[in-house]
């Protein structure tokens, strides 16, 4: 398709058709890939308008199921090489575009799926919801955003439990649009589980897996139907009702996934970090504390949990955001606020969104690695549960920047 696009805008500059004269199309048959790679980008870049509204409505449905699909299986990955393969088939499928794509995070406490459709510098949102990955049969069928806070245009959105949904959004200015936003969410229970009791991952158990074959390590009874089982084969493996305490058909046994407090005052701590994908999220056993009203993280141990899971997933991208109490995202942080209760709060450091940040890389940085971000957001998301203003939420996405050893797929192989 695109080799027929390139064809065609070569014609028409050898016609001296108006808006693409100016442009120097390299010939499709030169032997010079990087000519032929920039003739591309001239070419999305002259004529993006035009094919996105040109292009079959079937288009745009093939490539959101395509975006989700490759983004899914590889944040489910735990093969380098394979996550590796995937980073550079969907980098290569990035076009370029004069509108940057909207993100897709879930804003929800534990057990629940509230999904934030946003994109700042952006005229709106255009995103539809797909129960069973069926996204509606026009573009009629599509909802546009609401203004949002800081500036961005927004959606917000709670997905319902039961059934897997495709969400698929892009962004316009004008008359231009982004790249489309892809991701599959559902409520399910978190696929791996990182314990500090165990050396290794704990997977979730599947269809393949039969009843009986694992005893639960913490309180003896026979895995049955849901649990969790070590991914290198060991005996190790706990039930459901121990794994993920605080569910509705759950004892509480251990920690309270929300509160991060102990249920029972004999209970032993045993930190965890609990990888959802179908949530975008990693939970953690027990809030981020920090010192004071500092930036130094106080438990390590946790910490450390969280950069296994981090480590054993190449395909994943960590987001550590955090909140506080006090104003939005008015200032940058390099100074004091001029809200006078947020610099009554935060004094000279550069008020909710400079402390807001600082404790955001502390936690990124006690992570490790470069497929983790800190970002400070002040008090511009108030809490769903209306009492954890100062908390750390981590999200997950796919990483979309490949290792620089890895050879890219050529966008249009030279001939």
């Not at 980098?91 to 946003?118: F, K, T, W, Y």
Request: net charge neutral; with cysteine.
């Amino acid at each position: 398709e695109r080799s027929k696009r390139c064809a065609a805008a070569q014609n028409r500059c050898q016609r001296g058709d108006k808006g693409t004269q100016n442009y120097k199309m390299a010939a499709l048959d030169t032997p010079a890939y990087e000519s032929t790679k920039a003739a591309a980008a001239d070419l999305d870049r002259a004529e993006a308008l035009e094919f996105d509204a040109g292009r079959p409505y079937q288009l745009l449905v093939a490539e959101a199921e395509a975006r989700a699909r490759f983004e899914e299986e590889q944040m489910r990955c735990r093969d380098g090489d394979r996550v590796r393969e995937l980073i550079s088939v969907r980098q290569n499928d990035d076009h370029l575009r004069v509108v940057a794509p909207p993100s897709i995070i879930n804003v929800g406490v534990r057990g629940e799926l509230r999904l934030r459709i946003a994109a700042q510098k952006a005229d709106e949102v255009v995103y539809a919801v797909g129960r069973d990955g069926r996204l509606p049969d026009s573009l009629d069928g599509w909802r546009r955003s609401d203004a949002g806070r800081d500036g961005a245009k927004e959606a917000l959105l709670t997905i319902p439990k039961g059934g897997r949904y495709l969400i698929a959004c892009f962004a316009k200015k004008g008359l231009a649009q982004s790249a489309v936003t892809a991701a599959y969410v559902q409520h399910e229970d978190p696929l791996y589980l990182y314990t500090e009791r165990h050396a290794h991952g704990l997977r979730r158990l599947d269809d393949n897996d039969q009843d009986g074959d694992h005893a639960c390590e913490r309180c003896g009874a026979t895995v049955e139907g849901a649990g969790y089982c070590c991914v290198e084969g060991s005996a190790f493996a706990l039930c459901r009702s121990c794994a993920l305490p605080n569910g509705d058909d759950q004892r509480r046994l251990a920690v309270d996934f929300s509160t991060g407090y102990l249920e029972e005052a004999n209970a032993t701590k045993d930190r965890t970090a609990a990888l959802d994908v179908g949530g975008r999220r990693l939970w953690l056993s027990e809030p981020v504390r920090f010192a004071g009203n500092g930036s130094r993280v106080l438990d390590e141990k946790l910490m450390a949990v969280a950069a296994r899971a981090l480590r054993s997933h190449p395909g994943l991208f960590i987001r550590c955001e955090a909140h506080s109490t006090g104003c939005g995202l008015e200032c940058d942080g390099s100074g004091p606020c001029s809200n006078e209760k947020c610099r009554k709060l935060f004094g000279a450091r550069g008020g909710a969104v400079g402390f807001s940040r600082s404790r955001a890389e502390a936690v990124a940085a006690s992570l490790g690695g470069d497929r983790v971000e800190g970002v400070g957001l002040a008090g511009s998301r108030p809490p769903m549960d209306t009492k954890n203003g100062r908390r750390v939420e981590f999200h997950l996405s796919a990483v979309s920047k490949r290792d620089d050893d890895v050879p890219m797929l050529p966008d249009l192989p030279p001939e």
